[in-house]
């Protein structure tokens, strides 16, 4: 099972998960909030506690992916045409995190925040975890 960690305050982050439950045609993601209960214990889990609000997590095959690299790796796993941006892992994770982080630092200023998280409808209530 691959789930996607996220703000679930954060509009862009909302937007990413709806984005990623139109194109997930082999139906491979679950999602919780990072707010969530099940969001805090996979944190604690793999010890990302002091750096997680600002992040998208991907947690597949018992690891977790942060950043730019859970992004790429999302991408990777919803088939062509977005795993061809996959190929961008190539530039230095510095770089890639650095764009992330600046992007993740100004998300609530561009984006907007919710005053609560995300309840999804009952079409969607089975892909996410409590």
Known sequence: ?????????????????????????????????????YGQ???????????YMDTVVLVEDDRAFL???AVLRILLHL????????GSIIVPKFIRDGI????????YQWFGKRDTC????????SKFLE
Do not use: H
């Not at 088939?79 to 996959?86: A, E, Q, R, T, W």
């Not at 995300?118 to 209530?125: H, V």
């Open 1 to 37: 099972m691959k789930v996607i960690l996220f703000d679930g305050v954060c509009n862009l982050c909302n937007g990413l998960v709806n984005w990623v439950i139109d194109r997930d045609t082999k139906n491979q993601f679950k999602f919780s909030s990072l707010q969530s209960a």
């Open 41 to 51: 214990k996979i944190i604690q889990q793999f010890g990302i506690a002091g750096e």
């Open 67 to 69: 950043r730019s690299e």
């Open 79 to 86: 088939g062509y045409p977005y795993k061809i941006l996959y």
């Open 100 to 107: 992330y982080s600046f992007i993740a630092k100004n998300r």
């Open 118 to 125: 995300r309840i999804p409808d009952i079409r969607l209530k």
